[in-house]
């Protein structure tokens, strides 16, 4: 099994996007030469790291190689070479099964190698437990139970039997709650850890076959898994309308993962089926040149084997304190559905759910290397048994000709895998647990490093997502913009735009329609308007509009009335004095009354404000830096001119009506009047709220984006944030009742988009939501039929501490895009792209 993936083979070298080696080693970086100990230790740790990547030796010599290596370590190189399997593990559990062959080899060269790695293993175990770290937990038991041909008695089952009587009791003790949840989802957490430990403990030796069928048993007739009322408002596709069904019934991991264990138990009883993971009980075997399966007794008695010492399980009281990983039932997303051939397994086999636990676990540990991620994902085929994938990057017409040739072959596809996983994290509800652009620039690797093979699989998902638009949860809808806008303007604004062209006929709120109008928007933001009319067919053309070189300011046109006074008022704001500047306002406000002979003091009041807060917004166009200073500076005197919600409202329609054609820099704009105290976050909501003129401007990426900004100051525990979002949920109605025109198709999308909005918002912030409806009256039907399911997402949330992720990060204390990582300025807007690669492979390639 050598150069398997030779199609990636031209990437550098895999010790090149490592993780930065440790102290000991960079002492000797400037052309000192290590001690001995050292160099072996450099060269055991890049090994253990890199076991099972590209390379040209076959997987079980490097497994053997290894293991001789480390049973010749000394004590010199001893804890560094535990600490680096640690590392691998946790981080890297693909490679779990690798490295427990490569401890089996060196405990028969050293038998104290293997002793100290399971006293190791066992300690870690022991500090997860009680730390809480249930996922280091599964990774450590999965790890043990390679290792079972040397540990002596029943240690392994032991303790297997012992986190899933733990997890049994906590979730009954929940289903059999009279109030509050009936889940508990640390115990799903460690009934996963268990059963995925399973047939790496069965792969490891056959003769574990009846202790896990025991186990399995046992979780059969033990635990159940609860029920989920608000499950609909957590799965990525839902039904939209009468006439609109989701592509598919989303599920929850964990019962992904009882149906595909307990699918084994009763088909395979006698003998598991896990040919599909590597034979590491054969490598070690042919290494030590051990008796082969028909004399395992006398195998059993020649190895050398450890005790595996008890764990110390805290109390039941303690696992309920600890905090799960995922503060939400865990929804397996799927992107590559079946059509005539699998190119994933299925979401409820073995390999399905195995794939994504450890992609899962990769993508998750190994933050710190985007492109170290992205490798491992795009090889995890070279770490199962050949022939479980096809070839790597075969292109989906071969596919199809290898499938109608009748080959028993496999048509699953790593590439799909991966991505399918990286989707997972993007679209997952309600939270991410990495900012979007972590994921983003996961996906630009792999097209980067295998254009041609990735590429295609990524055109695939897309048309999957936009084709089941209508379906898609709202939120989802804003994801897929941001991450497809990202992605496009890294690789020159590629893609078959022709496919959408029936779409634009579409009605005008429809979410094709709406998600076109908006991706090209995005595009604007990225790139510039020439560069992007160069890519876009005839039919999209009028969707792109010229942006000018800097914002129109309206009252220095030729045909304003206030050109005169307006220019004295923007010199007495330079000067800072301030009896020029109340002068400047006197002689504006005289000019004001004059042209407003008849009308009323409010909209006089209206015109002042309109002309102060766009002339701040003309003062500081050079830059967010600049547009910040200029509204602290006059935050006093516009506080003395907007003293109502209806002058707020005027205010924040000068900042969007100035920035109408950089609508992005516009929202932090405003962000810094209302850090100003010059508007309330309220005025803010109910101008995103606001349905008079087509769709309210919460239904975009940037309205999102603002609304959620401000409610993540929101604390449930404030009575303040908890009327404010009473007021959120009246104005949620107002939206629907304005569209309950049925007979309309636009009114029956923009109510569409409204739920979605609402449907999100709750989803997001439950505990604010479900306090404010005691203090709402009347409530929207809709509204209404969500409070239920609503309640059990607050107690689950009030169980974790998992923040909010928007996306929008926070650098040295400024909000920054994501779109480069870069502040960015009004008169620079117009191309941020990112290096596209060496003759970028277009994702609209079938």
């Not at 501490?801 to 909000?815: K, P, Q, Y």
Request: charged residues 25%; proline residues 5%.
């Amino acid at each position: 099994m050598y150069n398997k993936y030779s199609s990636y083979d031209s990437r550098p070298s895999p010790g090149g996007n490592k993780r930065r080696r440790d102290d000991d080693e960079s002492d000797f970086q400037r052309g000192r030469r290590a001690p001995p100990h050292i160099q072996k230790l450099i060269q055991l740790r890049r090994a253990i790291v890199e076991i099972g990547e590209p390379s040209k030796f076959k997987i079980s010599e490097e497994i053997q190689k290894l293991g001789k290596d480390l049973g010749a370590c000394d004590t010199d190189t001893r804890n560094g070479v535990l600490n680096t399997i640690l590392a691998v593990v946790n981080e890297q559990p693909h490679k779990i099964p690798l490295l427990s062959g490569a401890v089996q080899i060196a405990n028969a060269e050293s038998e104290i190698l293997g002793q100290v790695v399971i006293e190791l293993a066992q300690s870690e175990i022991q500090k997860a437990l009680n730390g809480g770290e249930l996922n280091k937990v599964k990774l450590l038991i999965r790890f043990i139970a390679s290792l079972a041909p040397i540990i002596e008695g029943d240690g392994v089952t032991e303790i297997l039997s012992a986190l899933l009587s733990i997890a049994c009791d906590l979730q009954n003790e929940a289903i059999n709650s009279d109030k509050g949840s009936k889940k508990s989802l640390v115990a799903e957490e460690l009934y996963v850890a268990v059963l995925l430990a399973l047939p790496f403990y069965v792969a490891a030796d056959p003769l574990n076959i009846p202790y896990a069928n025991e186990i399995l048993k046992t979780s059969t007739e033990r635990f159940q898994i609860g029920s989920f009322q608000a499950m609909n408002l957590i799965v990525p596709f839902s039904n939209g309308t009468s006439t609109i069904d989701a592509p598919y019934v989303a599920q929850e991991f964990v019962r992904l993962v009882k149906h595909a264990l307990e699918n084994i138990h009763s088909e395979y009883s006698d003998q598991w089926k896990t040919s599909n993971l590597l034979d590491i009980g054969s490598i070690v075997k042919e290494s030590l040149n051990q008796p082969t399966e028909s004399e395992d007794d006398q195998q059993a008695k020649s190895v050398k084997k450890h005790l595996f010492a008890a764990v110390h399980l805290p109390t039941l009281d303690t696992f309920k304190s600890f905090q799960p990983r995922f503060p939400y039932p865990r929804i397996y997303f799927q992107a590559y559905l079946p059509s005539v051939f699998e190119t994933v397994p299925p979401p409820n086999s073995l390999e399905g759910v195995i794939l994504r636990d450890i992609a899962t676990d990769i993508i998750t540990a190994m933050d710190f290397n985007r492109k170290e991620v992205t490798r491992q994902l795009i090889t995890l085929d070279l770490f199962f048994a050949d022939g479980c994938f096809t070839e790597p990057g075969i292109s989906f017409d071969r596919l199809e000709k290898v499938r109608e040739s009748g080959e028993e072959k496999s048509t699953w596809k790593v590439e799909d895998v991966a991505l399918e996983a990286v989707l997972q994290h993007i679209f997952n509800l309600p939270y991410q647990s990495h900012a979007p652009a972590y994921y983003y620039t996961i996906l630009i690797e792999a097209c980067v490093m295998a254009p041609q093979a990735i590429a295609p699989v990524f055109g695939r998902a897309i048309r999957f997502i936009y084709k089941n638009l209508e379906s898609l949860d709202v939120e989802l809808v804003f994801r897929f913009l941001d991450w497809f806008g990202v992605h496009l303007s890294n690789f020159s604004f590629t893609w078959k735009w022709k496919e959408w062209e029936a779409d634009l006929k579409l009605t005008e709120n429809h979410p094709k329609q709406v998600f076109i109008r908006q991706l090209i928007e995005k595009e604007l933001r990225l790139s510039y308007p020439e560069r992007l009319r160069d890519t876009l067919p005839e039919e999209f053309k009028p969707l792109l509009r010229l942006i000018p070189s800097e914002p129109i300011f309206k009252y220095y046109e030729a045909d304003s009335k206030y050109e005169t006074e307006v220019r004295q008022l923007v010199a007495a704001l330079r000067s800072k004095k301030s009896d020029e500047i109340q002068n400047a306002i006197n002689v504006l406000r005289e000019k004001a009354l004059g042209e407003s002979v008849g009308e009323h003091a409010t909209e006089l009041d209206r015109t002042l404000i309109d002309i102060l807060v766009t002339t701040i917004c003309y003062l500081g166009n050079r830059s967010l830096s600049h547009s910040k200073n200029w509204v602290s500076q006059t935050a006093e005197v516009l506080k003395g001119f907007i003293t109502s919600s209806e002058d707020e409202l005027t205010a924040i329609k000068s900042i969007v009506s100035y920035w109408t054609d950089l609508p992005h820099v516009g929202k932090w704009v405003m962000r810094h009047f209302v850090e100003a105290n010059v508007l309330t976050d309220s005025s803010v909501t109910d101008y995103l709220l606001q349905g008079n003129e087509g769709l309210a401007p919460i239904v975009s990426c940037d309205g999102w984006e603002q609304f959620s900004w401000v409610m993540d100051k929101y604390d449930s525990s404030d009575d303040v944030a908890i009327q404010k979002t009473s007021r959120i949920i009246s104005k949620l109605g107002l939206l629907l009742d304005q569209n309950s025109d049925d007979s309309d198709e636009s009114s029956q999308w923009a109510t569409w988009w409204y739920r979605g909005v609402a449907k999100s918002l709750f989803r997001k912030y439950p505990k604010l939501f479900t306090k404010a409806r005691t203090q709402t009256g009347t409530v929207d039907k809709f509204l209404e039929d969500l409070f239920p399911a609503l309640d059990e997402l607050a107690e689950l949330s009030s169980k974790s501490d998992l923040a909010s992720t928007s996306s929008v990060v926070e650098i040295n204390g400024e909000d920054q895009t994501l779109a480069d990582g870069k502040e960015l300025e009004p008169d620079m807007a117009k191309s941020n792209d990112n290096r596209p690669p060496e003759e970028p492979e277009p994702m609209d390639k079938d």
